[in-house]
């Protein structure tokens, strides 16, 4: 489910791109987008969560860290860019969905390591 949530990051991260380089705004799908993309995150937290209680916490837990982070990165994002304009928002939320694509390769690290 990690990688697929990190593939899924990279695709929303070059779309977010796209449309702010073609000038215009996050489009309805491309926000329908980045919400399946934070369900899923906060399915996968549910599951490590189950895993925890069953086999006890990670070997690190920086890896706790990187998977709230990648829960707040999106959110917040839009949060500060509401106000600005089109362009600007789907560029930064393609660059932060980049940033999250990052957060969930450590995420992934430090799960494994």
């Known amino acids: 489910m990690a990688t697929a949530i990190l593939l ?5 991260g070059i779309w977010g791109v796209l449309l702010g380089l073609r000038g215009s705004g996050p489009s309805p799908s491309f926000r329908g987008a980045i919400v399946i993309v934070e369900l899923a ?13 069953g086999q006890g916490p990670p070997r690190d837990l920086l890896h706790i860290l990187y998977g709230v982070a990648l ?19 789907a ?5 932060v969905a980049f940033f999250a694509a990052g957060l969930a390769v450590r995420g992934i690290v430090t799960g494994s390591a």
Request: zero cysteines.
């Open 41 to 53: 995150i906060l399915a996968q937290g549910a599951l490590g969560a189950l895993t925890w209680i």
């Open 8 to 12: 899924y990051l990279v695709v929303l």
């Open 71 to 89: 829960l707040l990165a999106l959110p917040f994002a839009a949060t500060i860019v509401r106000e600005g304009s089109p362009r600007r928002t």
């Open 91 to 95: 560029l930064t939320l393609g660059l």
